[in-house]
C-alpha cells in the first residue's frame, strides 16, 4: 500500500520544490517559499491533509530545498542529508535536464485545479510517468474522452475500413468478428509537460492501439513512444506471428 502524503512527498510535489531550488537557490525569498507551499497544499490528492496547519507549510518546503542543496555537486555548502531516495531520483533525472524540469513544473501547476479529487485518485492501473502523478492523471482523462475515440475511430474507418493497433497491426474485427468490431483503445500522445489546461485535443494526438500495445506504454516508467514499443515487437518477431511485418512502415 503506498505511504500517504502525510508520511511521503509524492514526486510531483518534489519536482516543484526541486524547480524552486533551480530557480531561486538554496535561500529562496520567503514569498516564493510560501508560494510553493500553497501550491503544494492545492494538490487535488488527500485533501483531508490541507486542515493540518503544519502540512507542507514553510519549514516543511525550506527543509526540502536544503535536502537539496546536499545532493548538488555545485553547492559550496552543506546542505541536510537526511533526504529521501525520491529526493535523489528526481533530482538526478531533471537536475541535468533544466528546461524539462522547468516545463515540467509549470504544467503541473497549471494544471493542479484542471482535476477533481475523483481524477486525481483514479487509474491506478498504471505507473506514473516521470513528470508525476497529476500530469498522468490528465493525460489518462484525455485518453478516456469518449467523444474525441469515437470520432477518432470513425476518422481511421473512413481513411482505411479498419481499425487496427498503430504499433502492431492487431485487428479487434479480424481476430473476434462481430464481437471485436469497432473496438480499440486511444492513446494520447502529447508530451506531458505539454499538457494545458482547457487545450483542445486534436485527433491528430491520438493514436489507435490494441490493449496489449497500450498497457505496454503505460506499465513501467519512463512511458514508451510508439517508435521505441515498435522497436521491441520487431525485436521479438515471434510473439506476432500474424501482424504484418513492422519494417518499412511509414508512421510518427
Not at 486525481?120 to 492523471?137: K, N, S
Not at 494520447?188 to 494545458?196: F, G, I, S, T
Request: hydrophobic share 40%.
Amino acid at each position: 500500500m503506498a505511504k500517504s502524503r502525510k508520511d511521503a512527498w509524492l514526486r510531483d510535489e518534489v519536482i516543484l520544490a526541486l524547480d524552486l531550488y533551480r530557480r531561486e537557490g538554496r535561500s529562496p525569498p520567503p514569498a516564493a517559499i510560501a508560494e510553493v507551499s500553497e501550491q503544494l497544499r492545492g494538490i487535488p490528492i488527500e485533501r483531508h491533509l490541507v486542515a493540518r496547519s503544519t502540512f507542507r507549510n514553510l519549514s516543511s518546503v525550506r527543509l526540502k530545498v536544503a535536502n537539496f542543496v546536499a545532493l548538488d555537486p555545485d553547492a559550496t555548502t552543506a546542505g541536510m542529508r537526511r533526504g529521501s531516495q525520491l529526493d535523489a531520483k528526481v533530482f538526478q533525472e531533471f537536475w541535468p535536464e533544466p528546461s524539462w524540469l522547468a516545463e515540467t513544473a509549470d504544467a503541473i501547476r497549471a494544471n493542479l485545479t484542471a482535476l477533481s479529487p475523483v481524477d486525481a485518485d483514479a487509474y491506478d492501473d498504471i505507473e506514473d510517468a516521470p513528470e508525476g502523478r497529476i500530469l498522468t492523471r490528465v493525460h489518462r482523462v484525455r485518453e478516456r474522452n469518449a467523444k474525441l475515440r469515437r470520432k477518432k475511430k470513425a476518422l481511421t474507418m473512413e481513411k482505411t475500413g479498419r481499425l487496427e493497433c498503430e504499433v502492431c497491426d492487431f485487428d479487434f474485427s479480424a481476430a473476434y468478428g462481430e464481437r471485436g468490431r469497432g473496438f480499440i483503445e486511444c492513446h494520447h500522445m502529447v508530451p506531458l509537460r505539454d499538457l494545458k489546461p482547457g487545450a483542445r485535443t486534436r485527433l491528430e494526438d491520438l493514436a489507435l492501439l490494441c490493449a496489449n500495445c497500450h498497457r505496454m506504454i503505460h506499465v513501467r516508467s519512463p512511458w514508451l513512444s510508439l517508435s521505441q514499443l515498435r522497436e521491441i515487437l520487431a525485436a521479438h518477431p515471434e510473439a506476432a506471428p500474424e501482424r504484418s511485418a513492422l519494417e518499412g512502415k511509414d508512421r510518427n
